[in-house]
């Protein structure tokens, strides 16, 4: 048993490049010094395809280059209990249980069809949301929608 | 209806109570402001089952929002395949009504109000039984009326600190003849729960109490009293307050710890402590996790509500003393290792080890005599050990899960260790999907495999095999999606047509004469050989270890507006 718990502990941890990411509580301020289009990656702790997008394909050279030259990113957990204020409203954890609710602006943005799926990335630029989707992206498609929304 | 399903492993928050020692399933129900507006499925097999589901979301103002969803199920149609006089599989006539309600607040605190009605009538027996026979001595029937309902709801009080209370009840009426036995039963359970949570720098404490009211009541000796001579009915009502409180300590940035301690009283059983200890460390990047948890649980059992050998009738249900409390200390390892990338491939490792070990566990003993049932507290020990492993692959349009387990359950009495009756040594399960997303397509296919299980014979002539051959269900499903939310469905269920008479001369023993009315005993009341019965056995229902139900077609729709 000693030897399966080291052996657990030894497997190596890759590192990878790091992430700029802001709470969106920061974003009315920064948007007042610059103003940039903001990325919103909305995932909750239960949902592993979210962890493997944030880890690959966030934290991929190219994307976070390009997220931290040219966009505000906001990772935001959609069970989180912090009150953010966005835009100066005001938005808070919507308990449904014991252990369970959601976020009312994780909620709001994530919506699609009238429907939440995790992960979601909603892109905005100042009051409008551009771009939505709701499910895992790649490197490639992400990259793609990125360069589009900077040209528009 | 549902959103996901958390399966909790090795022993669970104190907060669900002394019983959640082995882990639990938490199936998290939709709250009505997510669910699609209207949903309905009908589906229908070749043995012409026919399962209907409708649900349907309304808001009333800016606050209030429902859910309604209604299930139909109906199986009327008797099939004999193996041509032993009886059904194959039970007939069912199933209806259930789920509403609830969410109220939005101030502070998103949160008011949900949820109901749920189910009535069941089920029966299996004779090919010949209609309901004229019900209890009857002539034709031999099981037949179960059940009638549910349940009522919960979660309110958090209105000030700062979060107080949730949580409450329900439910009450369950089950009407039953097994043949001309009768078992008729009511339960009725209220449950109200105080939980205050509070954050204090790196500690999250959670602090509880609790009160469970039982009242348990059938037509048995299990709720009787001899009072001078006289039998007299003694309903059972068990009050269980308990308190609990709950540290999860983070440490260190990758590490947690959770202690809880939990005090119940049960008004028959006395004081209950239940300890629990879990351990969690995560990889930086969070694609590793390790758990390690231990503690301790508690269980009082009812062997008529639990076994349904019990009931059957078959047998004469003894118990030797009064059934003590089944105690229990489990510990648990997990590892999750999660592997992801940049081209979208996804792979989740999952294992655990497992231990649980018993001080007392009730087990039926059909071995001694085939007349009885002897329900008995554990002069030794019981175990319960194993490792599991699940794997999850998703690519693309492609998504894999595998997983197995290979434990063992058994218990020691007097030196020598019994491997629990119907009791796989092993299980393995998969799915494999792929989603034509061009055509809008999707396919599924499906399988479990089920280890050799220890199964009870009557006599030592019984031909029925003592222990079961692995055997393996397996299930296609291919599905249709259209752009307008409708979806049709098809497949075939148990595409291997497995069914347990598979090695044996018949699953049920003596079903030509199920009131043992030719059965002949030695003066020492052991069942004799006679040329009407060769195998020396008696109507036995109870050996049946897997469905009865071969080879079925299903098609069904699915119409959803979101």
């Known amino acids: ?152 | 209806m549902i959103e996901r399903v958390e399966i909790v492993k090795g022993p669970a928050s104190t907060l669900y109570g002394s019983e959640a020692v082995g882990g639990l399933i938490n199936v998290i129900t939709k709250s009505p402001d997510q669910a699609p507006l209207l949903s309905a499925e009908v589906f229908g097999t070749s043995w012409g089952e026919i399962n209907t589901d409708l649900g349907y979301r309304a808001k009333f103002g800016e606050n209030a929002s429902t859910l309604i969803g209604v299930n139909y199920f109906n199986y009327s149609n008797p099939i004999d395949n193996n041509g032993d006089g009886f059904t194959d599989l039970t007939l069912q006539d199933r209806f259930s009504l789920f509403n609830k309600w969410n109220f939005k607040r101030k502070e998103g605190r949160v008011f949900t109000l949820a109901g749920r009605y189910v009535y069941e009538d089920r029966w299996g027996g004779d090919m010949d039984w209609t309901p004229e026979f019900r209890g009857s001595d002539s034709i031999y029937a099981e037949t179960i009326y059940t009638s549910r309902w349940e009522l919960l709801g979660n309110y958090q009080l209105p000030f700062k600190e979060k107080v949730m209370f949580m409450f329900s009840a439910n009450g369950h009426d089950q009407n039953s003849r097994y043949g001309d036995e009768v078992y008729d039963a009511v339960q009725n359970i209220g449950f109200g729960q105080l939980t205050w949570v509070k954050k204090l720098g790196l500690h999250n404490l959670l602090a509880g109490a609790a009160l469970r009211y039982t009242f348990y009541d059938d037509n048995t000796t299990a709720t009787a009293k001899e009072i001078e001579g006289k039998i007299v009915n003694d309903a059972s009502e068990i009050y269980l307050p308990g308190i609990f409180l709950q540290d999860e300590w983070k440490f260190a940035a990758q590490q947690t710890l959770l202690m809880g301690l939990r005090y119940d009283y049960n008004s028959l059983h006395g004081d209950i402590f239940t300890p629990r200890i879990n351990y969690k460390w995560s990889s930086r990047n969070k694609m590793n996790t390790l758990r390690l948890s231990a503690g301790s649980g508690y269980r009082v059992a009812n062997v008529f509500t639990e076994d349904h050998a019990a009931l059957t009738g078959a047998r004469d249900v003894v118990f030797l003393s009064d059934l003590n409390p089944e105690t229990s200390w489990n510990g648990n390892i997990n590892y999750v290792r999660k592997l992801s990338f940049e081209n979208g491939l996804f792979l989740n490792f999952d294992a655990t080890v497992f231990y649980t070990y018993f001080d007392n566990k009730i087990i039926p003993d059909y071995e001694t005599d085939p007349n009885l049932i002897i329900y008995d507290n554990l002069e030794g020990y019981a175990e319960s050990k194993g490792v599991s492993i699940n794997i999850d692959a998703r690519y693309k349009h492609f998504i894999a899960r595998v997983g197995g387990t290979i434990m063992d359950v058994s218990s020691v009495e007097n030196d020598e260790r019994i491997r629990q009756e119907f009791q796989e040594s092993y299980t393995m399960t998969w799915n494999l999907g792929y989603d034509f997303t061009s055509i809008g397509m999707k396919l599924e296919y499906t399988g479990n495999v089920y280890g050799p299980m220890v199964l009870p014979l009557i006599s030592d002539l019984d031909p029925r095999m003592a222990e079961s051959k692995p055997y393996s269900i397996q299930n296609i499903q291919i599905t249709k999606i259209f752009d307008n939310g409708l979806e049709i469905f098809g497949g075939v269920k148990n595409l291997l047509n497995w069914t347990p008479n598979k090695g044996n001369p018949f699953i049920i023993a003596r079903t030509n004469d199920p009131f043992d009315e030719n059965v002949q005993y030695d003066p020492n009341g052991n069942i004799l050989a006679t040329p009407d019965n060769p195998y020396a056995l008696k109507f036995d229902p109870d050996y049946i270890y897997g469905a009865n139900q071969g080879i079925r077609g299903f098609v069904g729709l699915r119409y959803t507006i979101k």
Request: glycine share 4%; aromatic share 10%; hydrophobic share 45%.
């Open chain 1, 1 to 152: 048993m000693k030897y399966i718990i080291a052996l657990i502990f030894l497997i190596p941890v890759l590192s990878q490049a790091q992430l700029n990411s802001y709470s969106a509580n920061e974003l009315d301020s920064l948007q007042y010094v610059e103003e940039r289009p903001v990325v919103f990656f909305i995932k909750t702790d239960w949902c592993s395809i979210c962890l493997g997008m944030e880890n690959k394909v966030l934290k991929s050279e190219a994307v976070s280059k390009m997220l931290s030259e040219n966009y505000y990113l906001v990772i935001l957990n959609a069970e989180s209990k912090e009150d953010i204020v966005f835009k100066g409203k005001r938005y808070v954890f919507e308990s449904t249980g014991l252990n369970e609710g959601k976020h009312q602006l994780a909620m709001q943005l994530a919506k699609k069809d009238g429907t939440v799926s995790f992960p979601s990335t909603v892109i905005m630029i100042g009051n409008d949301v551009v771009y939505k989707n709701n499910s895992f992206m790649r490197e490639k498609d992400l990259m793609d929608v990125l360069g589009l929304v900077l040209d528009s």
